[in-house]
């Protein structure tokens, strides 16, 4: 059986398949890996615009060191844990509870955004600036900040979409089978999208 030439053939077909998959599944992790470093750079851009603001507002609204407005506070908070969540996701964008918690901690981010950039802009207990001949247009910007704002998750919505394809393609590929068995000799896991 050993000398036996059809033997080695399946054999090399085996080793050679094996080979091929692996180097499939080692491109498709890169790919998925390649995508979250665009995404990371947007979010630190978007880091840096929050970082202006606050400084900006801060500065015009609590001179000489008076405090720190409750929204802005909640602002600078929720930046620094999507700050900690990115490095931790950095480090390890396949992990599915990294990538989960950066994900909270995005959706925080964007609520309190939205609580700071109002607060900054609108007089105290005054409603959001509204138009109401247009119910159904997009809401009537505050200011430059939040066309900066917007124009950043638009950038952050398309990384996310291509980080989502990725993993998706990732995951489709360790779960075929006999490509799962390989994933599983050489412990590839399933990655979780944004």
Do not use: C
Not at 22 to 38: C, D, E, K
Not at 54 to 61: I, N, Q, R, S, Y
Not at 79 to 108: C, F, G, N, Y
């Amino acid at each position: 059986m050993w000398s036996s030439p059809l033997f080695w053939i399946a054999v090399s077909i085996a080793a050679f398949w094996a080979l091929g998959a692996y180097n499939r599944l080692m491109r498709l992790r890169s790919a998925v890996v390649q995508a979250f470093g665009s995404f990371d750079a947007h979010v630190v851009r978007q880091l840096a615009l929050l970082s202006e603001f606050g400084a900006v507002h801060e500065a015009a609204l609590h001179p000489a060191g008076t405090g720190m407005g409750r929204e802005m506070a909640a602002l600078q908070g929720a930046a620094t844990q999507l700050s900690a969540s990115l490095a931790v996701a950095r480090a390890r964008p396949l992990r599915k509870d990294a990538v989960a918690a950066l994900a909270a901690a995005r959706d925080v981010l964007h609520t309190t955004w939205d609580k700071a950039a109002r607060s900054v802009h609108a007089p105290a207990g005054a409603p959001a600036p509204i138009d109401t001949e247009a119910p159904q247009a997009q809401p009537v910007l505050r200011s430059p900040w939040d066309a900066r704002w917007n124009e950043h998750m638009q950038q952050n919505a398309q990384a996310i979409s291509v980080f989502n394809d990725a993993v998706q393609h990732y995951n489709t590929a360790i779960a075929q089978f006999p490509a799962n068995l390989l994933a599983r000799a050489f412990g590839f896991k399933a990655a979780r999208s944004l």
